[in-house]
């Protein structure tokens, strides 16, 4: 049987298809967006996407570290970061300067303040009709061809448990992506946040990091072998 986590993932897979089923059929969207869900995502297929996306999404919790790699390929291949303060996120944004990252969402110590308070995800759906309706319409079944019994678990559990804080970062992310959208139509603009992405990836660089292991954590130094010697 699997792990409660393992379905919902899945189901979150069914949904983006659903999504894409409903967005890719409609007649007024063919020539202005397209969802694409890429299986058995890869080296060989990122090698494709990493330098073709323009906007990378790092939308994890605060404090889960769940941001690592990917969104360091993204910025070294030029591509915008919309994220929260979420793993290396904190480290892009620092090097980039915050006019160049979009940033949204709930920081670390208040992801852990509204828990402590007793987090109740369903007052944040009940207090923002946008998000009402998105709800409304994935549990009455438009993304799943009219059928209101398959994405009743992830509803339920947005509504009532809500681990990840996907609905108290909502507005947020929404208000975020209306930024997004005002510096994209200025071309001259994206260009030059792109560019500086790419200028201030260098930290990311594995010798960096490994130099960085050697000397903080495994307290070595290099061996100088002497040439005349070989």
Known sequence: ??????????LIIRLINGVAEVVNNDSTMNDR??????PDFNVKNAHFIYPAADLSEQISTAGKEASGTGNMKFMMNGALTIG???GANVEIREEVGDENF??????????????????????????????REVL???????????DRNV??????NLLHADPFLVLA?????????ERVSAAWQDSGRWTRMSI???????????DRAIGEYCDQIWKIRPVRIALDRL
Request: with cysteine.
């Open 1 to 10: 049987k699997a792990a409660p986590g393992y379905a919902m993932a899945k």
């Open 33 to 38: 967006l397209k969802v694409v869900f890429i």
């Open 84 to 86: 929260t303060l979420d």
């Open 102 to 131: 979009f940033l949204f969402g709930l920081t670390a110590d208040q992801v852990e303040r509204v828990k402590r308070e007793g987090y109740r995800p369903a007052d944040y759906a009940n207090g923002n009709p946008e998000l």
């Open 136 to 146: 409304t319409l994935i549990a009455d079944g438009h993304f799943s061809r009219g």
């Open 151 to 156: 994405f009743r678990p992830l509803v339920e």
């Open 169 to 177: 970062d909502y507005a947020d992310y929404v208000a975020c992506q």
């Open 196 to 206: 500086l992405n790419t200028a201030h990836a260098a930290k990311f660089s594995s």
